[in-house]
């Protein structure tokens, strides 16, 4: 999760989410992040440590969700 997120400054942490894992909606992305408390447009370094392991912990539930 983190690895997409610094990417191109310019790039919304959705925009990155969605580019490393296709197999996950945008729609599904912003559900996540709006679940966080935070906008669609948000850039991934405004999320702190701990929001990056509900993220990701949110990531790998539907991953697995989708692979069950």
């Given at each position: 999760v983190v690895h997409p997120?610094?990417?191109n400054p310019d790039k919304t942490l959705v925009n990155g989410l969605t580019a490393a894992y296709p197999q996950i909606a945008k729609d599904e992305f912003l559900?996540?992040?709006d679940s966080l408390g935070h906008r669609p447009d948000v850039r991934g370094e405004k999320l702190g440590i701990e929001e990056f392991v509900k993220l990701s912990d949110l990531i790998f539930d539907k991953i697995n969700a989708t692979n069950n």
């Open positions: 997120a610094p990417g559900s996540m992040l």
